[in-house]
């Protein structure tokens, strides 16, 4: 299980920090808790899509289930959060001075 959740960590590390900042944002609707609670417990669960026990798809499906479920929580958020979260995550390094 923490091997897969590493994976997935490595995987979704921006989104997954937009999701958190989405979380705390009083913008944010209030489904999104409620998804992103149903989201942890499908991680966390020993009941899978498809058993781990399977050899690569059993760990391959919660490697893309999970990223498009985040992305698809984060594209459902309101247009102006979105742009928040967008230029909160973006590294001062690569933001544009004006010259």
Known sequence: ????????????????????WALRDPRAPGW????TAGLVLYLLSPVD??????PIIGVVDDLVLIPLAIRW??????????RDLAR???????????G
């Open 1 to 20: 299980m923490w091997k897969r959740l590493s994976l997935v960590w490595t995987l979704v590390r921006g989104d997954l920090k937009k999701l958190w």
């Open 32 to 35: 999104l808790k409620a998804a």
């Open 49 to 54: 899509l498809l058993p781990d026990a399977l």
């Open 73 to 82: 929580l984060l594209s459902q958020l309101p247009a102006e959060l979105q």
């Open 88 to 98: 909160r995550a973006m590294p001062a390094a690569e933001e544009v001075r004006p």
